[in-house]
């Protein structure tokens, strides 16, 4: 009888562990809203992340939790924000700083998911393979230009972009791709937990010609300024901008449409690779079951408020594609324009994966907002850019305060390049007390530095 117990039990509980779904996560380096279905340049080519945007929900305002790789991934992969954490820079190991913090791998291995990954998902140099069950790195160097710099622009270390004469097969996302495409092809016992992580479109942007080829430089389009753009901006906004840095460098040396294609040229070939994983995917027998998410870890300025790279509060830098194909629940061709972060995609996919909510997140998940797009939504997007610097962003309002109390206000349903700061004007200060009330209360020294 209890033999006869324990076998219906077992039976019982069999289908449960399969109905799980895995998931296949790609990170995307350095990818702001140049995006075909984001609209966010006419020159982007990008028809696999328009056909993944097409396939589930779209979030049209999502925003990083700090503009700059190493800070980003931490939070978004420990769910815990950098103002709590202390890591604000490139320079400082996560995990001396999160020393119990369970990552969003972690947390799916410990509930019977096999988790694996390739390709760049933390920070470079803080690497942590105990958050895998097994990690591909790509061998050899990448390929350059035979003279470098090629862009012609002397002391800009990896400021740089050029094509290379070399074929797809000996780039590292290619790589990384062929080795999620063997896992794909394979069976598994366990639900999984596949990390895919892209290194393109972070410079150099040398990627091979013929994604250069693709955006003709006599027909590539500049991104719309504002010479005066910096003239309302407080001294702490100008020294984030550096106009005299990489902008000054590439309006001297007459290269902004070269740095324009370049950077096209290299989504062009992140793009090419993704397609390759989704049509691996879609052959795979996993294509019914799995949820896919993709996102930037932050956005990228092209000479916007006179600044280059991210490292910044403003809309450029902040905000990145974020996209959910989720069986069963996203609906094809859905898009949300509610402002939301990504510390939401740790929770989310916990939710939807049917596991045990993690402790100490500091997000909340989508899926309301992924079941029905016009759902309330009540939490901002919040993005933290070194100690004590916050920008606070609804649907329409971003509103900036650094460090020595300066303030920005940009008014997006009449300024969507957020050319007017409207910080000084007495009638928005109900405004601003409203925004303000969302930035956090607390403001972690900052962690350990080092060199990566």
Known sequence: MRLALLATLLIGAAPQAAEKPSVLFIPVDDLNVWVGALGGHPDAKTPNLDRLAARGTLFTRAYCAAPACNPSRAALLTGVRPSTSGVYHNSQPWR?????SVT????????????????????????????WHDVFRARGKSPEPAKLPANGIANTAHFDWGPVD????????????????DFLNKKHDKPFFLAAGFVKPHLPWFVPRKYFDL????????PKTNEKDLDDVPAAGRRVARPEGDHRKVVQSDTWRQAVQGYLA???????????????????????????????DHGWHLGEKQHWRKFALWEEATRAPLLFAVPGVTRPGTRCDRAVDFMAIYPTLVELCGLPAAKDQEGASLVPLLKDPAAAWDRPALTTHGRNNHAVRTDRY???????????????????LEWTNLAGKPELSPVKEQLAAFLPRTNSPDALHQRP
């Open 96 to 100: 001396p700083a999160l020393k119990n």
């Open 215 to 222: 955006h003709p430089l006599d027909k590539v389009t500049l």
């Open 266 to 296: 290299a989504i062009s070939f992140l793009d090419a690779q993704l397609g390759r994983l989704l049509d691996a995917l879609d052959k795979s027998p996993h294509a019914a079951t799995t949820i896919v998410v993709l996102w930037g």
């Open 104 to 131: 969003l791998s972690q947390h799916f291995m410990a509930n019977g998911y096999r988790a694996v990954s390739g390709g760049k998902i933390f920070h470079g140099g803080f690497d942590e393979d105990a958050s």
């Open 166 to 181: 070399a074929p797809d097969e000996d780039m590292p996302d290619h790589k990384m791709v062929t080795w999620a495409i």
């Open 398 to 416: 971003r509103f900036i305060r650094y460090a020595d109390g300066s303030e920005e206000l940009y008014d997006h349903s009449s300024d969507p």
